[in-house]
Structures are given as C-alpha cells and as structure tokens.
C-alpha cells in the first residue's frame, strides 16, 4: 500500500549509543519531514527536505543528523541518544510544499526510549 | 513565523452531543489551515484543510471547520460525536506564501466521548 513506512517501530537505546531511525514513501513526494512528539508539546519539526539532496533544520534540530540521497527514503540519525531524546518520533511527506494538496501523510510513528 | 494555539488541552464530552475544538494562530502572511486526527498508537490522518475561497470547509468523518480572518481562528466543530472519534487533534498552518512553508502544529487537543 503507498504511504510512509517507518521503521523500527519500537526502540529502546543506552545514553551514548547512535543509531537511525528510516523513513520511505513510495509516493514520489519530494517534501519530507521528522517531527518528535511529546505529552503536551504536540510536533516540533527536527528537520525537512525539499528534494533529493536538501534538508534543512527545523525547531529541534541538535542532537539529529539527516540526508537526502533519492526522494524515496530521509533517515534520521541520533549520534549520541541521550534521555531528552526519549519521545515518538513521525515521518511525513507531501507532493506540495505547504502540504495543500492532501496534507502530509505521516507514518505510524517509532517510539525511542534512552535510558 | 507563524504560530497555533490550542485553547483546551483536554476537551470531554457525551456520546451525541456538539462539540467545538478551538485553534488560534498567528502569522505575518497568507496561510493554509488543518486539522488532523490521531488515534491511539497511530500517525496523523488529515481531517480537512482551508486553503483558500469559502471560510466553511468540511472533512471526513462529519467535521467542519469555519476560517475567521479577522479572529485568526479555525475551530473544529462536529454537531453529533461518536465514541469513535475520541482522539487526538492537531491544528496546523504553514504559510502560503513567504514565511515557513513547512506545517506548525499546536500542541493537541485531546477529546474524550463519554457514552
């Protein structure tokens, strides 16, 4: 089925160690977006890209690195987790920019923990 | 930069009764409003969108939206809820020209349907 596909869908970390959290749509989308989610903050953007090779950051963009090598996939890479990073991380893409075609369509999430 | 604003947090209810989720926001430019919805465990599905023309848009699920200018208001209104609908709900804007293009989330509006 077309969509985002995130994975894994679960993680639980020790502070310091890296890892990366992937994120494919099969829509041919060329914006893409990381927001995290936490009790009472609602999303905050990380960071996002407009095509194939362009990201920039968001809100909340230290502590994660991203990039862009073909429209399909825009992993997110944590170098160092450490507990402040503990959230649900989404993945979303959309054909126009501001999202004024059908909105972003968001993948089902990956819950990090760091402990 | 824009900005949303969720005035409840929380938002109870009984089975069959109206209810109205409110969003404010703020911006410098034209924008693009959402709502989206997220159920238990899963990501954001879009509900509707204002875009541009007439102020009253409806979405799936029964929702409607009314878009006030001079508010800078776009509150979420359904007359009949269903159990179902307990979930989360996000308000969003991005900017349809200039400023962030890229979707502000409030911070979530939780409604809960009592039968």
């Known amino acids: ?115 | 930069a824009q900005s949303v604003t969720q005035l409840d947090s929380q938002v109870p209810v009984f089975e069959e009764a109206p209810v109205e989720l409110r969003c404010n926001y703020s911006s410098s430019v034209s924008v693009y409003l959402f709502w989206y919805v997220q159920y238990p465990n899963q990501g954001l599905q879009l509900l509707l969108k204002y875009l541009s023309g007439s102020t009253l848009v409806k979405g799936i699920n029964g929702f409607e939206a009314e878009f006030n200018k001079s508010q800078t208001s776009f509150h979420l209104r359904k007359p009949s809820v269903h159990i179902s609908d307990t979930a989360e709900y996000f308000c969003a804007v991005s900017a349809a020209s200039g400023g962030s293009y890229i979707p502000t989330f409030g911070r979530g509006t939780s409604l809960i349907v009592h039968p």
């Open chain 1, 1 to 115: 089925n077309a969509g985002v596909t995130q994975t894994p869908k679960f993680q639980v970390l020790k502070t310091g160690q890296s890892m990366t959290l992937q994120c494919a749509q099969d829509m041919n989308h060329e914006y893409m977006s990381w927001y995290r989610q936490d009790p009472g903050m609602g999303l905050r953007l990380i960071h996002y890209s407009v095509g194939a090779g362009i990201t920039d950051q968001g809100e909340v963009p230290n502590g994660y690195n991203v990039s862009r090598s073909t429209t399909e996939d825009f992993p997110l890479r944590l170098l160092s987790a450490a507990p402040s990073q503990t959230s649900v991380y989404f993945c979303a893409s959309s054909y126009s920019r501001g999202g004024q075609g059908g909105g972003y369509t968001f993948g089902s999430g990956t819950r990090l923990t760091v402990v």
